[in-house]
């Protein structure tokens, strides 16, 4: 069976997306099957590395920071993925990250073409850009065109039972099957050999409806009594400047870092080092029901993770701490996020318990199973697909 796969980010580039997509690439190969990704040229002097699929990536527009983001670099992807789909070899399946942009050509395309495709509803865009602007024009547009895409797939595949409610709400009738979330835990696993040092890792994006300003408050709170420790952000977000700013008004701009995004390789030791991981969610945004799969990677590292938010994720952490010392969740307030952070600090977890956590999240909660959970769905969608 021939697959493609679409998406606007994949490995090399550091994101919980190209560890999925290159987990299912591989799951997919694994199995027999010959697989193609389409994709945008990797930024600077990153180079692709040699895997069992065919990727064939083209120019882009990225942004200030090198990320594909936004409306133009989005179109820069899209328009020629649109002729690129047109005149490739015909495959029996595609598979599709969002954007929403993407998703309309991709529906497009495969009904010409007449293939089915497995559309990654790993979250609701329109609703997390609800957050990012006050036009109510643009969010129309982009639900119109998120829900079209979503319901012309033959199958979707999404991560929790919050974003099948939400694609209901959208007017999506297809099969859409909760595969999960995992870690790459070929990637990331604890190292007792590294010592703890006094920092707090958040890795991933800041984006408004995150709110990690709120750690910038609780650092400064817990600093008071805590001296010395180091709150370290890897990864962008475009709310970077105003936490810079929150920082220097707290008076902890020196013992915040900025760090730009990273591969697993380089990110596993900052959590092998790290007292804890952090995550947050704001609430009231309409994207409560997310989660925050950060979370996963961390604890495949054996860090445990300090989640502020409500939603899913909180859920999670508190049933795993039923079998390790997973972390703490708390609401997204600033008072409780400096208590938490105080716990963490003054009974950190031991180089048993971190070898623990990680063996635990390897054995429950592994990428590769969430893979094979996914290339099901898509082999299903290829050898069976349904009439519009």
């Known amino acids: 069976m021939l697959v493609t796969i679409v998406s606007r980010i994949y490995?090399?580039?550091?994101?919980?997306?190209?560890?999925?997509?290159?987990?299912?690439?591989?799951?997919?190969t694994d199995r027999g099957n010959q697989v193609i990704v389409l994709t945008a040229r990797p930024p600077g002097r990153m180079t692709t590395p040699r895997h069992s699929e065919t990727v064939r990536t083209f120019p882009v527009i990225r942004d200030r920071q090198g990320y594909v983001r936004g409306y133009i670099p989005y179109l820069s992807f899209d328009i020629p993925l649109a002729f690129r789909m047109l005149f490739m070899r015909r495959p029996d399946v595609v598979f599709m990250e969002p954007p929403p942009t993407t998703g309309l050509v991709v529906r497009i395309v495969c009904a010409l073409r007449r293939i089915p495709y497995v559309y990654d509803a790993a979250d609701i865009w329109s609703d997390a850009a609800d957050q990012a602007t006050n036009s109510s024009l643009v969010i129309r547009v982009l639900r119109a065109m998120e829900g079209f895409g979503m319901r012309g797939a033959e199958r979707l595949v999404t991560i929790s039972q919050g974003v099948v409610t939400r694609a209901r709400a959208l007017g999506v009738t297809?099969?859409?099957?909760?595969?999960?979330?995992?870690?790459?835990?070929?990637?990331?696993?604890?190292?007792?050999?590294?010592?703890v040092r006094?920092?707090?890792?958040?890795?991933g994006s800041y984006s408004p409806w995150h709110g990690a300003e709120a750690l910038i408050d609780a650092f400064g709170i817990f600093s008071r009594e805590h001296p010395g420790y180091t709150l370290r952000f890897i990864g962008n977000g475009s709310e970077r400047e105003t936490i810079e700013a929150r920082a220097r008004e707290v008076g902890v701009a020196d013992a915040v870092e900025f760090l730009a995004a990273v591969p697993a390789e380089q990110l596993l030791p900052h959590l092998n080092e790290a007292v804890a991981s952090m995550a947050t969610l704001r609430p009231g945004t309409g994207y409560d029901y997310a989660f925050t799969t950060k979370a996963y990677s961390s604890l495949a590292a054996g860090c445990p993770v300090l989640f502020a938010g409500p939603g899913p994720t909180a859920t999670f952490l508190r049933e795993a701490n039923r079998h390790v010392r997973a972390g703490i969740a708390c609401e997204h307030d600033v008072a409780q996020i400096a208590i938490a952070m105080e716990q963490l600090?003054?009974?950190?977890?031991?180089?048993?318990?971190r070898e623990a956590l990680g063996r635990w999240t390897a054995e429950e909660?592994?990428?590769?199973?969430?893979?094979?959970?996914?290339?099901?769905?898509?082999?299903?969608?290829?050898?069976?697909?349904?009439?519009?």
Do not use: K, M
């Open 365 to 388: 909660h592994s990428l590769a199973a969430v893979a094979r959970r996914v290339v099901d769905n898509i082999e299903a969608a290829a050898a069976d697909p349904e009439e519009d």
């Open 11 to 28: 490995r090399p580039e550091p994101s919980a997306a190209s560890l999925f997509l290159g987990a299912v690439a591989d799951e997919l």
């Open 174 to 195: 297809r099969r859409i099957a909760v595969t999960g979330f995992g870690a790459d835990t070929g990637a990331f696993s604890p190292n007792s050999a590294i010592p």
């Open 198 to 203: 006094r920092l707090f890792v958040y890795a």
């Open 345 to 353: 600090a003054t009974t950190p977890l031991q180089a048993e318990e």
